[in-house]
């Protein structure tokens, strides 16, 4: 894919290099010429463009005209918005990606501005903190699908006093449509299989659909 990253702060630079990393073409665009030569320094020279976001001249420079996705993640707001309106509006990107700085400003990031997705990190927080309120200690890594189709990467620790602790995966009733992806322990990832047993501390990686939270919260209680 084309991704057009707007803000070479450390934000966006970090995403570049990710992106850049997995195989993507990826063009960052950032303002500030003291930050340029630092830029070109992490990534290739050509995934570095220097100008303003929000300047159709320097989006066209990046590609926009054939980009699959536009992320804008400055530290100012209103950039970010407009980079979303020219992005989405002017050159009709199939998927725009806004940074949301201040929470207040909220909800100004939705499709009507331009913005498919926005990121308001103070939004996620408080959802992670209520979804571990909700469901004691499933904490949910990610959320995938909408409606009944939803998924999550969950998260949960088996507790000194779980009965599951000393137990087979094999002996373990899960819920449906749910599969265990990795086990944290001391530090190490280790891949689960039907024979490996359960220890307290040990942190479950699982991947299951809205019924099954409700349900992993009791298999290892």
Not at 81 to 96: D, F, I, N, P, Q
Not at 175 to 203: F, H, K, Y
Not at 212 to 218: N, S
């Amino acid at each position: 894919m084309h991704i057009i990253v707007v803000g070479g702060g450390q934000t966006g630079s970090y995403l570049a290099s990710l992106l850049a990393g997995d195989g993507h073409v990826v063009r960052l665009v950032e303002h500030r010429r003291n930050l340029i030569a630092k830029l070109e320094n992490e990534l290739p020279k050509e995934c570095v463009v220097f100008g303003n976001g929000s300047d159709a001249a320097t989006l066209e420079e990046a590609g926009i005209l054939r980009a699959d996705v536009v992320v804008s993640v400055t530290g100012d707001d209103e950039v970010n918005l407009v980079v979303s309106m020219l992005a989405k509006m002017e050159y009709g990107v199939s998927r725009v990606i806004a940074r949301v700085n201040n929470p207040r400003n909220s909800w100004m990031f939705n499709q009507g501005m331009g913005v498919d997705v926005g990121i308001n990190q103070a939004d996620i927080l408080a959802r992670f903190v209520q979804e571990g309120l909700d469901l004691k200690d499933v904490y949910t890594l990610m959320k995938l699908g909408l409606g009944e189709e939803e998924h999550s990467i969950v998260q949960i620790e088996v507790r000194p006093d779980a009965k599951v602790a000393g137990k087979h995966l094999k002996d373990i009733e899960l819920p449906g449509q749910t599969v265990l992806i990795a086990i944290m322990r001391a530090g190490e990832i280790l891949i689960p299989n039907g024979s490996t047993v359960l220890s307290e501390g040990d942190s479950i990686i699982a991947f299951t659909d809205g019924a099954g939270r409700e349900g992993i919260r009791h298999a290892f209680a």
